[in-house]
């Protein structure tokens, strides 16, 4: 074809959209043999490809017969009716209302059936008579004129968007929006009468285009004659503008196939509607929309009549089916006590199409229940779920900015459709027919919805489907599951009180494998630091250590606590020999009385030890205890060993004295716990195992001068722990606890300073290993490491005083400070005051 007649046939072809009026002074306008020639070739083109209707036609033939031109033949081919059905669009009710024109009429009527391969009839099918809906005349509100720019998109629909389009209230479909699932993972390709794909709304929005009568895939062979496709295309895909309406899958992309005539009557043959559907799913279609069917029901036929009428699209639904694509389908427009179309309720027929098949029921969303045209999910209630589809507002293919309401299973259909690919984007690592599965157990099954036999498997809940379905679990690199609800961590004191795993983004999983990203962070038992006055008042209420000599180098060392009824909480039994030989045995609630060193029980609150951390963690251990001396190069040399119901451990230390009033001691060992790391709890998809190995080394020492004691202490450990789940490896984890004071006694007064760090974790490199997204058919797995350590550093800075007096036999005060209580950074400091009198009866 010429660009002349090219030129002339977009002419044409936009005047008979006008009004046959302006066609016929288009057509006047042709006068010489030359613009006869190319009216006669423009007029062969857009009857070949089916681009105007007969009405049309007739004119420019006659205007060619005027000029003498020979006749081309005009009008459509049709075949016999399915079954002697027709096929009929399920949209009622055209209302056209103006958007920046005036108002225009769309959408309706019915075509010709789809026949099988055989020859087609003579004479074209009368188009059935499709009943109006019961109901008050359509009165939508319209926008007012736009006289502003172009719309322009953006990232989520607007309140006004969802207003004009309407139904979309009651579909939750707001919320999935939100949650920024809006489609653009999927292709949907809808079978209708045509696009108008230039509209404001529709621009862009395609893919790819079809026509099923001349196989063409040119955008300008799938024009939209009628209104219907153009307006179903609207409710999936209109753009997010802020303009107008808006579809459920603003960010998908649509495949047009054209399966109507120039009249927009459905005048496919049964191979071309399964070319039609078999072009879709060769373009990798996940959703195949159908607001159409025959007039005919699934139950008044056999598996082998419909097997033999409709054999090209029964293979090809088959294969489809193999390839994970969904099939949609409008119920039809027959009133509710009318069960679905065949089409619709097909699997009742061919049970193998059954997980990719979705029939439609319409919901008016004024009353939430089932509109009186609609037929009901009966037969095909197991695949069957209802949606909104009255007087729904979508573009209109009279022109830009012209919007159509349409009511039926034909407006409800596609909502569905829409909503199944904003689950794709959602959950791309599920297949399609688990969508549809998700789509049906989330929907609303609640009051009226719980009617299968009217509402299928209830009313679509784009909201519900796209949350969490069932308990949430949480998968390791190595496939290990666990339960989100039971996956906890609790870190031991010396980890302090921040969240280690705050931000640390990993994908949790529901029952059907649907991916939800969570932040770790919410499974971490944080401890909120509070320091413990009631043990702080017991440490200083308690019995300073006293020791009895038995002569021969025995002594007993012992201490009671007096705040509970005078119970023994230090027995330690000593044995030295004129060799420099010591032997100190017992039961131990302080770790220095074993050693034979400086103890502050009874004077600080704090429990603080210069001896290593390690042995004892918690306020209220007690082990049994053996130290072992002996002289060696002018020093000591000291072997100890301890075990207690949560650890056990060796040491050996070596004490010289440098001076006459200073004696260092050095000391490494090892201890094995019980109680992870420092008392961590771990649960679920996070595991530490329970024992652990810490090696430790340091220094301590007293300097005695007359009445004067100055002291320091300092501990430096590593510590092994293995891991399961997430955590997939953990580094040495090194902590430390140092303390440095002084006391002074004069007579009965004693005063002391000391300044002391709690133990802390240093550094706890810790490698975590899940689930974070999905590509390419597979979970994505990423790995990250997460130091454990706590963001601060508590210092304990502590003063107290202790005297007697006739009266009261006890006096003791202890002032102190915390700073960066809980080793958080962000921490404010801390101030207690303790004070304790004391006496006996």
Same mark, same amino acid.
């Given at each position: 074809?010429?660009?002349?007649?090219?030129?002339?046939?977009?002419?044409?072809?936009?005047?008979?959209?006008?009004?046959?009026?302006?066609?016929?002074?288009?057509?006047?306008?042709?006068?010489?043999?030359?613009?006869?020639?190319?009216?006669?070739?423009?007029?062969?083109?857009?009857?070949?490809?089916?681009?105007?209707?007969?009405?049309?036609?007739?004119?420019?033939?006659?205007?060619?017969? !005027?000029?003498?031109?020979?006749?081309?033949?005009?009008?459509?081919?049709?075949? &016999?009716?399915?079954?002697?059905?027709?096929?009929?669009?399920?949209?009622?009710?055209?209302?056209?209302? $103006?958007?920046? %024109?005036?108002?225009?009429?769309?959408?309706?009527?019915?075509?010709?059936?789809?026949?099988?391969?055989?020859?087609?009839?003579?004479?074209?099918?009368?188009?059935?008579?499709?009943?109006?809906?019961?109901?008050?005349?359509?009165?939508?509100?319209?926008?007012?004129?736009?006289?502003?720019?172009?719309?322009?998109?953006?990232?989520?629909?607007?309140?006004?968007?969802?207003? *004009?389009?309407?139904?979309?209230?009651?579909?939750?479909?707001?919320?999935?929006?939100?949650?920024?699932?809006?489609?653009?993972?999927?292709?949907?390709?809808?079978?209708? +009468? &045509? *696009?108008?794909? !230039?509209?404001?709304?529709?621009?862009?929005?395609?893919?790819?285009?079809?026509?099923?009568?001349?196989?063409?895939?040119?955008?300008?062979?799938?024009?939209?004659?009628?209104?219907?496709?153009?307006?179903?295309?609207?409710?999936?895909?209109?753009?997010?503008?802020?303009?107008?309406?808006?579809?459920?899958?603003?960010?998908?992309?649509?495949?047009?196939?054209?399966? &109507?005539?120039?009249?927009?009557?459905?005048?496919?043959?049964?191979?071309?509607?399964?070319?039609?559907?078999?072009?879709?799913?060769?373009?990798?279609?996940? *959703?195949?929309?159908?607001?159409? $069917?025959?007039?005919?029901? %699934?139950?008044?036929?056999?598996?082998?009549?419909?097997?033999? /009428?409709?054999?090209?699209?029964?293979?090809?639904?088959?294969?489809?089916?193999?390839?994970?694509?969904?099939?949609?389908?409008?119920? /039809?427009?027959?009133?509710?006590?009318?069960?679905?179309?065949?089409? %619709?309720?097909?699997?009742?027929?061919?049970?193998?199409?059954?997980?990719?098949?979705?029939?439609?029921?319409?919901?008016?969303?004024?009353?939430?229940?089932?509109?009186?045209?609609?037929?009901?999910?009966?037969?095909?209630?197991?695949?069957?779920?209802?949606?909104?589809?009255?007087?729904?507002?979508?573009?209109?293919?009279?022109?830009?900015?012209?919007?159509?309401?349409?009511?039926?299973?034909?407006?409800?259909?596609?909502?569905?459709?829409?909503?199944?690919?904003?689950?794709?984007?959602?959950?791309?690592?599920? +297949?399609?027919?688990?969508?549809?599965?998700?789509?049906?157990?989330?929907?609303?099954?609640?009051?009226?919805?719980?009617?299968?036999?009217?509402?299928?498997?209830?009313?679509?809940?784009?909201?519900?489907?796209?949350?969490?379905?069932?308990?949430?679990?949480?998968?390791?690199?190595?496939?290990?599951?666990?339960?989100?609800?039971?996956?906890?961590?609790?870190?031991?004191?010396?980890?302090?009180?921040?969240?280690?795993?705050?931000?640390?983004?990993?994908?949790?999983?529901?029952?059907?494998?649907?991916?939800?990203?969570?932040?770790?962070?919410?499974?971490?038992?944080?401890?909120?630091?509070?320091?413990?006055?009631?043990?702080?008042?017991?440490?200083?209420?308690?019995?300073?250590?006293?020791?009895?000599?038995?002569?021969?180098?025995?002594?007993?060392?012992?201490?009671?606590?007096?705040?509970?009824?005078?119970?023994?909480?230090?027995?330690?039994?000593?044995?030295? !020999?004129?060799?420099?030989?010591?032997?100190?045995?017992?039961?131990?609630?302080?770790?220095?009385?074993?050693?034979?060193?400086?103890?502050?029980?009874?004077?600080?609150?704090?429990?603080?030890?210069?001896?290593?951390?390690?042995?004892?963690?918690?306020? !209220?251990?007690?082990?049994?205890?053996?130290?072992?001396?002996?002289?060696?190069? $002018?020093?000591?040399?000291?072997?100890?060993?301890?075990?207690?119901?949560?650890?056990?451990?060796?040491?050996?230390?070596?004490?010289?004295?440098?001076?006459?009033?200073?004696?260092?001691?050095?000391?490494?060992?090892?201890?094995?716990?019980?109680?992870?790391?420092? $008392?961590?709890?771990?649960?679920? %998809?996070?595991?530490?195992?329970?024992?652990?190995?810490?090696?430790?080394?340091?220094?301590?020492?007293?300097?005695?001068?007359?009445?004067?004691?100055?002291?320091?202490?300092?501990?430096?450990?590593?510590?092994?722990?293995?891991?399961?789940?997430?955590?997939?490896?953990?580094?040495?984890?090194?902590?430390?606890?140092?303390?440095?004071?002084?006391?002074?006694?004069?007579?009965?007064?004693?005063?002391?300073?000391?300044?002391?760090?709690?133990?802390?974790?240093?550094?706890?490199?810790?490698?975590?290993?899940?689930?974070?997204?999905?590509?390419?058919?597979?979970?994505?797995?990423?790995?990250?490491?997460?130091?454990?350590?706590? +963001?601060?550093?508590?210092?304990?800075?502590?003063?107290?005083?202790?005297?007697?007096?006739?009266?009261?036999?006890?006096?003791?005060?202890?002032?102190?400070?915390?700073?960066?209580?809980?080793?958080?950074?962000?921490?404010?400091?801390?101030?207690?005051?303790?004070?304790?009198?004391?006496?006996?009866?």
């Amino acid at each position: 074809m010429s660009p002349e007649a090219a030129s002339m046939a977009r002419d044409l072809t936009a005047a008979a959209k006008r009004s046959p009026e302006d066609l016929s002074e288009l057509l006047a306008k042709v006068e010489t043999p030359e613009q006869a020639a190319t009216l006669q070739s423009a007029s062969e083109y857009l009857t070949e490809q089916q681009l105007i209707d007969a009405g049309s036609a007739e004119l420019i033939q006659a205007r060619l017969a !005027d000029l003498g031109m020979s006749s081309a033949t005009a009008g459509a081919t049709s075949s &016999g009716g399915i079954f002697s059905n027709t096929l009929v669009q399920v949209g009622l009710v055209a209302v056209g209302v $103006g958007g920046i %024109a005036a108002a225009a009429g769309g959408g309706g009527g019915g075509g010709g059936g789809g026949g099988g391969s055989s020859s087609p009839p003579a004479t074209e099918p009368t188009p059935p008579v499709v009943t109006p809906p019961i109901a008050d005349p359509v009165n939508p509100v319209v926008a007012p004129p736009v006289t502003g720019p172009a719309p322009s998109l953006v990232s989520t629909p607007t309140a006004r968007e969802y207003t *004009f389009t309407g139904g979309m209230e009651i579909t939750g479909i707001q919320a999935a929006h939100a949650r920024n699932y809006t489609g653009s993972s999927a292709k949907v390709a809808v079978l209708d +009468t &045509g *696009f108008y794909s !230039d509209h404001p709304e529709l621009s862009g929005q395609f893919s790819g285009f079809y026509n099923a009568y001349t196989g063409s895939e040119l955008a300008a062979d799938a024009g939209d004659f009628d209104g219907h496709g153009t307006h179903v295309a609207g409710i999936i895909a209109a753009k997010a503008n802020d303009y107008m309406g808006v579809g459920y899958a603003p960010d998908t992309k649509l495949l047009g196939a054209r399966i &109507g005539d120039a009249n927009g009557d459905l005048a496919v043959t049964t191979q071309q509607l399964a070319d039609a559907f078999r072009w879709a799913r060769g373009k990798g279609a996940d *959703f195949v929309n159908n607001s159409y $069917g025959p007039d005919a029901f %699934a139950s008044t036929f056999t598996v082998a009549q419909v097997e033999a /009428g409709l054999r090209p699209m029964i293979d090809e639904f088959r294969t489809g089916a193999q390839n994970h694509v969904i099939y949609v389908w409008a119920n /039809g427009n027959s009133g509710s006590d009318k069960q679905p179309s065949l089409y %619709a309720a097909l699997p009742q027929l061919f049970p193998e199409l059954k997980a990719n098949w979705v029939a439609v029921a319409n919901i008016d969303s004024s009353t939430g229940q089932l509109h009186a045209t609609s037929q009901r999910c009966g037969d095909a209630k197991d695949w069957c779920i209802s949606a909104p589809g009255t007087n729904i507002s979508a573009p209109s293919n009279v022109g830009d900015d012209y919007y159509a309401v349409l009511t039926g299973t034909s407006m409800a259909a596609p909502a569905v459709t829409g909503t199944l690919a904003v689950l794709k984007d959602a959950f791309p690592m599920l +297949t399609n027919e688990q969508l549809v599965t998700r789509l049906f157990v989330t929907a609303n099954k609640t009051g009226v919805y719980a009617n299968a036999d009217l509402y299928g498997q209830g009313l679509m809940d784009a909201d519900q489907a796209s949350m969490p379905l069932g308990p949430m679990s949480l998968a390791s690199a190595s496939g290990e599951v666990a339960p989100l609800s039971t996956t906890t961590l609790r870190m031991g004191g010396a980890f302090g009180t921040s969240n280690p795993l705050q931000g640390v983004q990993v994908m949790a999983l529901d029952v059907q494998g649907a991916g939800f990203i969570t932040d770790l962070g919410g499974v971490v038992q944080t401890r909120n630091y509070r320091y413990d006055l009631v043990a702080a008042t017991d440490r200083m209420a308690r019995q300073a250590p006293r020791q009895v000599s038995a002569g021969n180098g025995m002594t007993l060392t012992f201490s009671n606590n007096v705040v509970y009824g005078g119970a023994m909480d230090n027995m330690v039994m000593g044995f030295a !020999d004129a060799d420099g030989m010591t032997t100190r045995f017992g039961m131990v609630s302080d770790v220095d009385i074993l050693a034979g060193g400086l103890n502050f029980a009874g004077l600080s609150q704090q429990k603080v030890s210069f001896a290593a951390p390690y042995w004892m963690s918690e306020t !209220d251990e007690s082990a049994f205890g053996l130290h072992q001396g002996f002289g060696l190069a $002018g020093g000591s040399l000291s072997f100890t060993a301890m075990s207690s119901a949560e650890r056990a451990g060796a040491a050996m230390s070596y004490s010289y004295n440098l001076t006459e009033a200073y004696a260092p001691v050095l000391e490494v060992g090892i201890v094995n716990g019980k109680d992870s790391l420092f $008392g961590t709890e771990t649960s679920g %998809a996070l595991g530490f195992s329970d024992k652990t190995e810490t090696r430790f080394v340091g220094v301590r020492g007293e300097y005695n001068r007359n009445d004067l004691t100055l002291f320091h202490s300092a501990y430096m450990g590593q510590s092994d722990v293995s891991a399961r789940g997430l955590i997939s490896g953990v580094d040495t984890v090194v902590t430390s606890s140092w303390l440095v004071g002084g006391k002074f006694d004069h007579g009965i007064r004693q005063f002391g300073l000391i300044v002391a760090q709690p133990l802390k974790v240093e550094s706890a490199n810790t490698n975590l290993s899940f689930i974070d997204g999905y590509q390419n058919g597979a979970y994505t797995m990423n790995s990250v490491n997460v130091d454990l350590a706590p +963001t601060g550093r508590q210092i304990n800075t502590e003063l107290y005083f202790a005297t007697s007096s006739r009266a009261i036999k006890d006096i003791k005060l202890s002032l102190m400070r915390m700073d960066q209580p809980g080793h958080n950074a962000a921490a404010n400091a801390d101030h207690v005051a303790t004070l304790s009198l004391g006496t006996s009866f």
